[in-house]
């Protein structure tokens, strides 16, 4: 139809989420307060790109990064792997398995 938009010629999604939660995933890590993200470890086939690897740019505001740290330990005891503990780090890796 005239009114659809074009599909995109790749689609990308984190884990083994679809496109439209993978997207939300990141607008919550910023609603949180993440200052970026990235995403690392591409995988690559055809015209989709998958990752299962996010790394946050942590803020320096205490209760954002309590917010950011407790979803982060979520996604790592669903992971079987211990939490990380905030030192003061710049940085954060959220794993999805």
Known sequence: HRNRP???????NVGELSISDSVKLI???YSLGAKEVFVVDITKNGRFES?????????D???QR???FRY?????RNNG??????????HLMIWFD
């Open 6 to 12: 074009p599909k995109p010629d790749i689609e990308r």
């Open 72 to 76: 982060a330990a979520e996604a790592d």
């Open 61 to 63: 505001a205490a209760g």
């Open 27 to 29: 607008q919550d890590l």
């Open 66 to 68: 309590r917010r950011l």
């Open 81 to 90: 792997v211990d939490p990380d503990v905030d030192f003061g780090q710049a």
């Open 51 to 59: 990752t299962d690897t996010l790394v946050i740019v942590l803020p």
